[in-house]
Protein backbone atom coordinates (compact mmCIF):
# COMPACT_ATOMS: atom_id res chain seq x y z
CA UNK A 1 0.00 0.00 0.00
CA UNK A 2 2.51 2.47 1.08
CA UNK A 3 4.69 1.67 -2.51
CA UNK A 4 1.16 2.13 -4.56
CA UNK A 5 0.96 5.73 -2.82
CA UNK A 6 4.20 6.50 -3.31
CA UNK A 7 3.93 6.03 -7.27
CA UNK A 8 0.84 7.50 -7.20
CA UNK A 9 2.48 11.15 -5.97
CA UNK A 10 5.48 10.66 -8.26
CA UNK A 11 2.65 9.94 -11.23
CA UNK A 12 0.96 13.54 -9.52
CA UNK A 13 4.04 15.46 -9.77
CA UNK A 14 5.01 14.42 -12.91
CA UNK A 15 2.04 15.38 -14.10
CA UNK A 16 1.98 18.98 -12.62
CA UNK A 17 5.60 19.31 -14.23
CA UNK A 18 4.66 17.97 -17.59
CA UNK A 19 1.31 20.54 -17.18
CA UNK A 20 3.52 23.50 -16.40
CA UNK A 21 6.46 22.86 -19.57
CA UNK A 22 3.05 22.48 -21.94
CA UNK A 23 1.69 26.10 -20.32
CA UNK A 24 4.81 27.54 -20.67
CA UNK A 25 5.83 26.15 -24.18
CA UNK A 26 2.16 27.62 -25.19
CA UNK A 27 2.84 30.47 -23.80
CA UNK A 28 6.10 31.47 -25.50
CA UNK A 29 4.31 29.84 -29.05
CA UNK A 30 1.80 32.77 -28.50
CA UNK A 31 3.77 35.64 -27.92
CA UNK A 32 6.48 34.56 -30.49
CA UNK A 33 4.68 33.65 -33.29
CA UNK A 34 2.18 36.88 -34.24
CA UNK A 35 5.07 39.97 -33.39
CA UNK A 36 5.39 40.49 -36.93
CA UNK A 37 1.65 42.00 -37.51
CA UNK A 38 1.72 40.77 -41.27
CA UNK A 39 -2.00 40.37 -41.29
CA UNK A 40 -2.84 44.09 -40.33
CA UNK A 41 -6.66 44.90 -39.72
CA UNK A 42 -8.71 47.70 -40.80
CA UNK A 43 -11.02 48.59 -37.76
CA UNK A 44 -14.03 49.02 -40.21
CA UNK A 45 -13.99 45.72 -42.26
CA UNK A 46 -15.73 43.41 -40.26
CA UNK A 47 -19.34 41.78 -40.80
CA UNK A 48 -20.58 40.85 -37.48
CA UNK A 49 -22.46 37.58 -38.52
CA UNK A 50 -24.48 35.72 -35.42
CA UNK A 51 -21.74 33.17 -34.98
CA UNK A 52 -18.40 36.12 -34.83
CA UNK A 53 -17.36 38.42 -36.31
CA UNK A 54 -15.88 38.10 -40.35
CA UNK A 55 -13.02 40.08 -41.39
CA UNK A 56 -12.78 40.94 -45.15
CA UNK A 57 -11.88 43.93 -47.91
CA UNK A 58 -13.16 44.91 -50.49
CA UNK A 59 -11.52 46.45 -53.48
CA UNK A 60 -11.91 47.82 -56.91
CA UNK A 61 -15.10 48.43 -58.89
CA UNK A 62 -17.39 46.44 -61.11
CA UNK A 63 -19.56 43.71 -60.65
CA UNK A 64 -19.04 41.79 -56.87
CA UNK A 65 -16.39 38.69 -57.08
CA UNK A 66 -16.23 36.73 -53.60
CA UNK A 67 -13.07 35.44 -53.20
CA UNK A 68 -12.96 32.00 -50.23
CA UNK A 69 -9.68 30.92 -49.45
CA UNK A 70 -9.54 26.99 -48.55
CA UNK A 71 -10.85 25.93 -45.07
CA UNK A 72 -7.55 25.78 -42.60
CA UNK A 73 -7.12 27.97 -39.43
CA UNK A 74 -3.78 28.91 -41.14
CA UNK A 75 -5.54 30.17 -44.32
CA UNK A 76 -6.75 33.43 -45.12
CA UNK A 77 -7.52 36.01 -47.78
CA UNK A 78 -3.46 35.90 -47.93
CA UNK A 79 -3.98 33.58 -50.04
CA UNK A 80 -5.20 35.89 -52.82
CA UNK A 81 -3.16 38.58 -52.32
CA UNK A 82 -1.08 38.36 -55.30
CA UNK A 83 -4.85 38.46 -57.88
CA UNK A 84 -6.87 40.96 -56.12
CA UNK A 85 -5.04 44.00 -57.70
CA UNK A 86 -5.42 42.54 -61.17
CA UNK A 87 -9.17 41.66 -60.54
CA UNK A 88 -9.82 44.95 -58.93
CA UNK A 89 -9.73 46.12 -62.30
CA UNK A 90 -13.07 44.68 -63.53
CA UNK A 91 -14.43 43.62 -60.42
CA UNK A 92 -15.22 44.85 -56.93
CA UNK A 93 -13.36 41.97 -55.06
CA UNK A 94 -14.68 41.08 -51.83
CA UNK A 95 -12.11 38.63 -49.98
CA UNK A 96 -13.00 37.03 -46.54
CA UNK A 97 -11.22 35.27 -43.87
CA UNK A 98 -13.52 32.52 -42.95
CA UNK A 99 -14.75 32.07 -39.09
CA UNK A 100 -11.93 30.67 -37.45
CA UNK A 101 -9.03 31.51 -39.68
CA UNK A 102 -7.12 34.11 -39.85
CA UNK A 103 -8.85 37.71 -38.64
CA UNK A 104 -11.85 36.57 -37.99
CA UNK A 105 -12.97 35.65 -34.77
CA UNK A 106 -12.56 32.08 -33.71
CA UNK A 107 -15.02 30.68 -31.33
CA UNK A 108 -14.31 27.72 -29.12
CA UNK A 109 -17.46 26.08 -31.09
CA UNK A 110 -17.34 22.70 -30.51
CA UNK A 111 -20.18 21.89 -33.01
CA UNK A 112 -18.39 23.77 -36.25
CA UNK A 113 -19.69 21.55 -39.18
CA UNK A 114 -20.37 22.29 -42.71
CA UNK A 115 -23.40 23.71 -42.93
CA UNK A 116 -22.24 26.95 -40.86
CA UNK A 117 -20.11 27.53 -44.04
CA UNK A 118 -23.12 27.47 -46.36
CA UNK A 119 -25.13 29.89 -44.08
CA UNK A 120 -21.78 32.04 -43.87
CA UNK A 121 -21.52 32.23 -47.75
CA UNK A 122 -24.96 33.04 -48.33
CA UNK A 123 -25.57 35.90 -45.68
CA UNK A 124 -22.85 37.32 -46.58
CA UNK A 125 -23.61 38.08 -50.16
CA UNK A 126 -27.07 38.37 -48.56
CA UNK A 127 -26.07 41.57 -46.60
CA UNK A 128 -22.37 42.82 -47.35
CA UNK A 129 -22.64 42.54 -51.29
CA UNK A 130 -26.19 42.32 -51.29
CA UNK A 131 -26.53 41.49 -55.13
CA UNK A 132 -25.66 38.21 -57.36
CA UNK A 133 -21.80 37.52 -57.34
CA UNK A 134 -19.09 35.70 -58.81
CA UNK A 135 -17.41 32.83 -56.30
CA UNK A 136 -13.95 31.92 -56.66
CA UNK A 137 -13.05 29.29 -53.95
CA UNK A 138 -10.31 27.02 -53.18
CA UNK A 139 -10.23 23.03 -52.15
CA UNK A 140 -12.81 21.95 -49.73
CA UNK A 141 -14.38 25.48 -49.08
CA UNK A 142 -15.11 24.71 -52.85
CA UNK A 143 -18.17 22.25 -51.46
CA UNK A 144 -19.65 24.68 -49.60
CA UNK A 145 -19.99 27.25 -52.36
CA UNK A 146 -21.91 24.84 -54.23
CA UNK A 147 -24.04 23.84 -51.60
CA UNK A 148 -24.81 27.61 -51.02
CA UNK A 149 -25.76 27.93 -55.13
CA UNK A 150 -27.60 24.76 -54.44
CA UNK A 151 -30.37 26.42 -51.86
CA UNK A 152 -29.59 30.37 -53.35
CA UNK A 153 -28.84 30.08 -57.23
CA UNK A 154 -30.11 33.91 -57.40
CA UNK A 155 -27.47 35.30 -55.69
CA UNK A 156 -24.68 33.16 -56.69
CA UNK A 157 -23.54 33.57 -60.07
CA UNK A 158 -20.46 31.67 -61.58
CA UNK A 159 -18.19 29.73 -59.67
CA UNK A 160 -14.79 29.19 -60.01
CA UNK A 161 -13.27 26.25 -57.98
CA UNK A 162 -9.36 26.25 -57.51
CA UNK A 163 -8.71 22.03 -56.89
CA UNK A 164 -11.56 20.98 -55.45
CA UNK A 165 -11.42 18.08 -53.32
CA UNK A 166 -12.73 14.74 -55.41
CA UNK A 167 -16.26 13.77 -54.82
CA UNK A 168 -15.01 10.09 -52.72
CA UNK A 169 -12.73 12.63 -50.20
CA UNK A 170 -15.53 14.97 -49.18
CA UNK A 171 -18.07 11.90 -48.91
CA UNK A 172 -15.86 10.62 -45.76
CA UNK A 173 -17.63 10.67 -42.51
CA UNK A 174 -16.07 10.71 -39.13
CA UNK A 175 -15.25 7.53 -37.59
CA UNK A 176 -13.64 6.80 -33.76
CA UNK A 177 -10.20 7.48 -34.65
CA UNK A 178 -11.14 11.13 -36.25
CA UNK A 179 -13.47 11.64 -33.22
CA UNK A 180 -10.60 10.94 -30.49
CA UNK A 181 -8.28 13.76 -32.61
CA UNK A 182 -11.54 15.92 -32.36
CA UNK A 183 -11.87 15.78 -28.46
CA UNK A 184 -7.85 15.86 -27.81
CA UNK A 185 -7.48 18.76 -29.71
CA UNK A 186 -11.11 20.53 -27.83
CA UNK A 187 -8.95 19.65 -24.01
CA UNK A 188 -7.52 23.03 -22.90
CA UNK A 189 -4.26 22.78 -22.35
CA UNK A 190 -3.02 19.59 -23.91
CA UNK A 191 -5.35 20.38 -26.98
CA UNK A 192 -3.27 23.36 -27.07
CA UNK A 193 -0.14 22.23 -27.13
CA UNK A 194 -0.78 19.18 -30.29
CA UNK A 195 -2.73 22.57 -32.03
CA UNK A 196 0.71 24.39 -31.97
CA UNK A 197 2.63 21.31 -33.36
CA UNK A 198 0.49 20.74 -35.93
CA UNK A 199 0.61 24.81 -37.12
CA UNK A 200 4.08 24.91 -36.14
CA UNK A 201 6.16 27.01 -38.49
CA UNK A 202 7.94 24.26 -39.81
CA UNK A 203 4.95 21.81 -40.58
CA UNK A 204 3.16 24.84 -42.62
CA UNK A 205 6.50 25.16 -44.79
CA UNK A 206 6.54 21.16 -45.32
CA UNK A 207 2.70 21.49 -46.23
CA UNK A 208 4.01 24.30 -48.68
CA UNK A 209 6.67 22.19 -50.20
CA UNK A 210 5.43 18.93 -50.34
CA UNK A 211 1.39 20.08 -51.17
CA UNK A 212 1.04 23.48 -51.52
CA UNK A 213 3.82 24.24 -54.26
CA UNK A 214 5.41 22.80 -57.15
CA UNK A 215 8.79 24.88 -57.08
CA UNK A 216 9.56 26.16 -53.49
CA UNK A 217 11.83 28.04 -54.40
CA UNK A 218 9.25 30.04 -55.29
CA UNK A 219 8.07 30.04 -51.74
CA UNK A 220 8.58 33.74 -50.02
CA UNK A 221 9.49 33.41 -46.06
CA UNK A 222 7.15 36.17 -45.66
CA UNK A 223 4.12 33.94 -46.87
CA UNK A 224 5.18 31.38 -44.49
CA UNK A 225 5.32 33.48 -41.19
CA UNK A 226 2.02 35.09 -42.52
CA UNK A 227 -0.16 31.62 -42.31
CA UNK A 228 2.17 31.03 -39.14
CA UNK A 229 0.59 34.26 -38.00
CA UNK A 230 -2.65 33.62 -38.86
CA UNK A 231 -3.07 30.47 -37.05
CA UNK A 232 -1.86 32.05 -34.31
CA UNK A 233 -4.27 35.07 -34.22
CA UNK A 234 -6.57 35.00 -30.77
CA UNK A 235 -4.03 32.21 -29.74
CA UNK A 236 -5.20 28.85 -29.45
CA UNK A 237 -8.51 29.46 -31.20
CA UNK A 238 -7.99 27.63 -34.47
CA UNK A 239 -8.06 24.61 -32.41
CA UNK A 240 -11.84 23.75 -32.64
CA UNK A 241 -11.59 24.59 -36.68
CA UNK A 242 -8.96 22.62 -36.96
CA UNK A 243 -10.34 19.56 -34.56
CA UNK A 244 -13.46 19.66 -36.98
CA UNK A 245 -11.51 19.58 -40.11
CA UNK A 246 -9.17 16.54 -38.77
CA UNK A 247 -12.62 14.54 -37.61
CA UNK A 248 -14.36 15.23 -41.05
CA UNK A 249 -16.88 16.92 -39.71
CA UNK A 250 -16.55 19.67 -42.32
CA UNK A 251 -16.84 17.23 -45.42
CA UNK A 252 -20.18 17.29 -48.04
CA UNK A 253 -21.14 14.76 -49.90
CA UNK A 254 -21.70 16.77 -52.91
CA UNK A 255 -22.62 13.99 -55.39
CA UNK A 256 -26.23 14.70 -55.63
CA UNK A 257 -26.09 18.52 -55.51
CA UNK A 258 -23.45 19.60 -57.97
CA UNK A 259 -25.46 17.97 -60.91
CA UNK A 260 -28.64 20.10 -60.34
CA UNK A 261 -26.35 22.99 -60.12
CA UNK A 262 -27.41 25.64 -63.63
CA UNK A 263 -24.65 27.88 -62.84
CA UNK A 264 -22.00 27.73 -65.42
CA UNK A 265 -18.72 26.34 -63.27
CA UNK A 266 -15.03 26.37 -64.05
CA UNK A 267 -12.14 24.40 -62.47
CA UNK A 268 -8.89 25.30 -62.32
CA UNK A 269 -6.36 22.41 -60.82
CA UNK A 270 -2.32 23.12 -60.56
CA UNK A 271 -1.10 20.64 -63.34
CA UNK A 272 1.20 18.56 -60.89
CA UNK A 273 -0.85 17.82 -57.79
CA UNK A 274 -1.72 14.46 -57.90
CA UNK A 275 -4.88 12.91 -59.49
CA UNK A 276 -6.03 16.58 -60.79
CA UNK A 277 -6.94 15.03 -63.98
CA UNK A 278 -9.25 11.97 -62.46
CA UNK A 279 -11.23 14.14 -60.54
CA UNK A 280 -11.39 17.06 -63.30
CA UNK A 281 -13.06 14.64 -65.42
CA UNK A 282 -15.51 13.20 -62.62
CA UNK A 283 -16.68 16.93 -61.88
CA UNK A 284 -17.21 17.35 -66.01
CA UNK A 285 -19.25 14.15 -66.23
CA UNK A 286 -21.19 15.16 -63.29
CA UNK A 287 -22.05 18.41 -64.56
CA UNK A 288 -22.63 19.55 -68.01
CA UNK A 289 -22.54 23.20 -67.61
CA UNK A 290 -18.20 22.57 -65.91
CA UNK A 291 -15.36 23.73 -68.08
CA UNK A 292 -11.62 23.44 -66.74
CA UNK A 293 -8.69 24.51 -67.36
CA UNK A 294 -5.02 23.71 -65.46
CA UNK A 295 -2.07 26.09 -64.41
CA UNK A 296 1.43 24.61 -65.29
CA UNK A 297 4.17 23.85 -62.80
CA UNK A 298 1.65 24.45 -59.83
CA UNK A 299 -0.21 22.28 -57.46
CA UNK A 300 -2.48 23.43 -54.77
CA UNK A 301 -1.95 27.41 -54.68
CA UNK A 302 -1.56 28.42 -57.91
CA UNK A 303 -2.84 32.11 -57.39
CA UNK A 304 0.19 32.09 -54.97
CA UNK A 305 2.37 30.47 -57.05
CA UNK A 306 1.53 31.75 -60.33
CA UNK A 307 -0.56 34.52 -60.48
CA UNK A 308 -0.11 35.39 -63.76
CA UNK A 309 -0.75 32.47 -65.45
CA UNK A 310 -3.93 32.12 -62.67
CA UNK A 311 -5.07 35.28 -64.11
CA UNK A 312 -4.60 34.04 -67.84
CA UNK A 313 -7.06 30.98 -66.67
CA UNK A 314 -9.79 32.59 -65.65
CA UNK A 315 -9.26 35.57 -68.28
CA UNK A 316 -9.61 33.12 -70.88
CA UNK A 317 -12.75 31.39 -69.48
Known amino acids: ?87 SKDHTVYAIDLLGCGRSEKPQLTSYCNYLFVQLINDFIHDVIKEKTDVYA ?98 SGGRHLLAAISSNYMNFDIRNAFPKLTNPVHLIFGRELPDAEQIAEAYQKANKHTTCSFVEKTKMLPQLEAPKAFISSVTDI
Open 1 to 87: MFHVKRRLEKLMKLTIWVSIAMYLANKFVESSATFRHLLRVKKDSFYKWRHGKIYYTKTGSGSPLLLIHDLHPASSQQEWSKIIEPL
Open 138 to 235: TGKSGSFVIMAANMHSDIINEITLVNPESFGRLAVLPDFRSKIVKTALHLPLFGTFLYYQLVSRNQIEYQFTEKYYYNPFHLEDKTIFTYYEAAHTSQ
